[in-house]
């Protein structure tokens, strides 16, 4: 059995430390975004629906195309094609190609 809760864009988050609107919050295989800044111990919420504008590496060889796979490098935050045999976690697809100059992709949250 199971009861609605609701639609699932944003789903609750309580984090230990201070968030920052945009901030990229991976919690095992989800990735999802910060809707609002939260508070160290307050509860907020967190979009695993959507699209966005994330941090990618510029430079030679760092363009991705319109339809790639994106994976999350919680580390150096930022977006890449590695999934790096899962330490990445997936973000979802790229919408908008991005080229070896740019610092963002923008990709779709894919849950």
Known sequence: ????????ARIDHTPMADLAAGDVVVQ???VGVASLGIKANMLGALAIDGVF??????GVGTA???????YWDDTANEATTDAAAGANKL?????????????????????
Request: net charge neutral; proline share 0%; aromatic share 4%.
């Open 53 to 58: 504008d994330f941090a990618k590496a510029a």
């Open 28 to 30: 095992g295989e989800l």
């Open 91 to 111: 973000i979802g697809k790229v919408v908008r190609a991005a080229t070896d100059a740019d610092a963002i992709v923008r990709a779709r949250l894919n849950q």
């Open 64 to 70: 991705i195309a319109a339809g790639a796979q994106v």
């Open 1 to 8: 059995m199971a009861t609605f809760i609701h639609e699932g």
